[in-house]
């Protein structure tokens, strides 16, 4: 987004109440990912400079588009904007997740009776809750989340706008994001008010290794196999100082019509599926955007000093070890004895973009037996996030995964993976990746340490 129109939102941003906008973010104390990462509580700072870039993410497009009177957003609110902004957004509805944590800072009209909708793909999430403003978290491919927040009418027959908003950093730029601009997914202990009681302890932030039994506190889930212990539709409460939950009686759930109006959201479920694929790319989406933060700051370093300094360099390595281990799924939850329903409609929407390999392999074909995906490798390298970032960090990225699925033998670690199955991905790649190094088709061997960064 150019400058001028970024302090044009911002004015008028600013001249409203503040509203800090969370799209995701379940209140929970910010946990163990600060220990071993680098803090970025710097990106509005040169070399990342957050607020001087031309933003170039989904949302702000939409909005260059109706600075010019080329789009409108219409003069409604409630579920025909929400309809709108997912269609025009390319966000499917059947992506809904229900929420009835009261941790957005539209808490107030957030109960088990109200809930906030939260829809997504790979670029953009957006959320909204009956009787309140919809939200959107849109991707740019060099710094991360941008924020919206609507900015409804004030006359009869006004458009609808949208307004970029700063105060959302307390926690969408705060330690559980390591400082960054990025989406938050967390679980709490939540009353029958939708109040959060406490933190599950252990977990700064949702991913596909979180265990079952610690996720979705504050969330509902519809269609979840009975033998599945999770937090979703559960309520606590504090007794002697003690978390109590039952967390057997509402475990698996068809519908959610005892809970709620169901008519007042588009869809009247929040599909086990959806969550399962969210969790994993909330987590997979700030990896990667911490990646392109530091493999920016390596670069900067060179530039500036001759070269990265030691802690730079020591940081980066272990920092994108840790980036290829989480998109090969090396510490994901099984799914091993749980039989996941099968949807559809969200499958349709989901597999759309989907890149085809060989025999009509792609990294989005489901499992749902003992994992997610047949072929563990994140979709997320698909996104906009990661095609559009610096070819140096996909370079350290693609080195990794080399070394990993070319050799005979999986290095230690990965040896989890089914005969064939890295042989799929590597000609998965091969075939839907044009940015992939030149050694890639050749089949030299390389080392695993950085490459030539």
Not at 120 to 126: K, L, P, R, Y
């Amino acid at each position: 987004m150019p400058r001028k129109v970024w302090l044009l939102f911002m004015a008028t941003a600013l001249s409203k109440p503040s509203i800090v906008m969370v799209i995701v973010s379940l209140t929970m104390t910010c946990g163990h990912s600060v220990a071993h990462a680098q803090a970025f509580n710097d990106f509005d700072l040169p070399p990342h400079d957050y607020y001087e870039r031309d933003h170039d993410d989904a949302m702000s497009r939409l909005l260059n588009r109706s600075a010019k009177g080329e789009y409108e957003f219409g003069t409604e609110t409630g579920l025909p904007l929400l309809r709108k902004v997912l269609r025009d957004l390319g966000i499917p509805e059947s992506s809904q997740i229900l929420v009835f944590s009261q941790t957005s800072l539209q808490r107030r009209i957030i109960s088990p009776q109200n809930p906030r909708a939260m829809y997504f793909n790979e670029d953009t999430h957006v959320a909204w809750m009956p009787g309140g403003k919809v939200e959107v978290i849109s991707f740019d491919p060099q710094v991360g989340g941008m924020f919206y927040f609507e900015d409804p009418p004030e006359l009869p027959g006004d458009q609808v706008s949208f307004a970029l908003r700063r105060n959302c950093f307390g926690c969408h730029g705060g330690a559980a994001t390591n400082f960054l601009p990025g989406p938050l997914a967390r679980s709490n202990f939540t009353s029958e008010t939708g109040r959060t009681v406490r933190q599950v302890p252990g977990h700064d932030r949702i991913g596909h290794g979180v265990p079952f039994e610690d996720r979705w506190g504050g969330y509902f889930v519809t269609r979840a196999p009975q033998s599945l212990e999770h937090l979703g539709n559960s309520f606590s409460a504090r007794v002697d100082d003690k978390i109590v939950v039952d967390r057997v009686v509402n475990r698996s759930k068809a519908d959610l019509a005892a809970f709620f109006d169901e008519t007042k959201l588009l869809r009247p479920d929040s599909d086990i599926l959806p969550l399962l694929l969210f969790d994993h790319q909330i987590e997979a989406h700030n990896l990667i955007m911490e990646g392109v933060y530091r493999d920016r700051s390596w670069q900067y370093e060179a530039k500036k000093w001759g070269e990265p300094t030691k802690k730079t360099r020591v940081d980066g390595e272990k920092f994108f070890d840790r980036l290829v281990s989480y998109l090969l799924f090396a510490d994901e939850v099984s799914l091993h004895g749980h039989e996941i329903q099968r949807n559809p409609v969200f499958e349709s929407a989901f597999s759309k973009n989907e890149r085809k390999g060989p025999n009509g392999q792609s990294l989005k074909i489901l499992n749902l037996n003992d994992r997610l995906f047949e072929n563990r490798l994140s979709y997320m390298i698909y996104s906009r996030s990661f095609e559009e970032a610096p070819a140096s960090m996909k370079e350290r990225v693609y080195n990794r995964l080399w070394t990993i699925l070319s050799p005979t033998s999986p290095p230690e670690s990965y040896d989890y993976f089914e005969s064939g199955e890295r042989e799929r991905i590597l000609g998965i790649l091969k075939a839907t990746k044009t940015d992939l190094p030149e050694y890639w088709q050749e089949g030299v061997s390389v080392v695993a340490e950085g490459s030539s960064q």
